[in-house]
């Protein structure tokens, strides 16, 4: 996850507490439902057809509890994992295989600032659910095609408006079902993290915005799926940007 911005005052105390309750969520997340648990399988698949030699470079950009890193590691991707909230990162390290220690590494990076990374870096990018929750989309994107090589994979997946279809309490009750051990610590994080996802008006994304948005970006598009959220798999084709112009355009 990286370090989101409110976009109004009174979002802005909200939000403060959401993302003040980052570093903790690490401690709940895997027994969340959500649209994770659903694209595990086709992310990895989808970096499996898209490989051409053993010991492949992934970057997984907000690996949250590193459930896609390890998956990946486990096919014999070289992987690394980066996220702002240390608590996920710490789950993430604790959940990690001993015989995967040496295949996949995590380490704390602010998706708002550039990746401490080398141009064409990597054979393959993943960001799950993340886009949504930085200032600049188009920066990020930026940055990601710096850090492809030339023909590399990136993989993303966006959220879609939500549909509103439970109440709060709804919500709430559902998510504290998942929960193993129900202690006041672990409710209270399920409720801020709810508030946080009913009452913060993140970005949702359409299809076409993706597309548009990748073409921008330097990526040639090369499918989209689209379930619980919008998964996208395009391939850096571009040395550059096409319209510097657009980078401040709306998405």
Not at 36 to 51: H, I, K, M
Not at 111 to 140: C, G, K, Y
Not at 159 to 182: A, I, M, Q, T, W
Not at 208 to 234: D, H, T
Request: proline share 5%; net charge neutral.
């Amino acid at each position: 996850m990286s370090q989101p911005l409110p976009k109004s005052e009174t979002q802005r105390l909200l939000w403060n507490l959401y993302r003040g309750s980052w570093g903790l969520q690490g401690r709940v997340w895997d027994e969340q439902p959500g649209p994770w648990r659903d694209s595990l399988q086709y992310v990895v698949g989808a970096l499996l057809e898209r490989r051409v030699k053993p010991d492949e470079w992934v970057l997984d950009a907000g690996c949250g509890t590193g459930n896609y890193a390890i998956a990946l590691a486990k096919e014999e991707f070289s992987v690394i994992g980066t996220d702002f909230a240390t608590g996920m990162l710490t789950k993430a390290r604790q959940k990690t295989p001993e015989d995967l220690a040496g295949r996949v590494t995590f380490k704390r990076a602010d998706l708002n600032t550039p990746l401490e990374f080398d141009d064409a870096r990597f054979d393959h990018l993943i960001s799950i659910s993340v886009l949504q929750a930085v200032a600049d989309p188009f920066f990020i994107l930026s940055e990601f095609h710096r850090v492809l090589k030339p023909g590399g994979t990136l993989l993303l997946s966006l959220p879609r408006p939500n549909d509103g279809s439970r109440s709060f309490g709804e919500l709430v009750r559902y998510r504290l079902c998942h929960l193993k051990r129900r202690t006041a610590c672990e409710s209270l994080l399920v409720v801020v993290k709810a508030c946080g996802d009913r009452f913060y008006d993140n970005p949702s994304w359409t299809a076409q915005q993706a597309r548009y948005a990748l073409a921008s970006a330097g990526f040639e598009v090369l499918a989209v799926g689209e379930g619980q959220q919008i998964i996208v798999v395009a391939e850096k084709v571009h040395s550059n940007w096409d319209d510097p112009g657009r980078c401040n355009g709306s998405y």
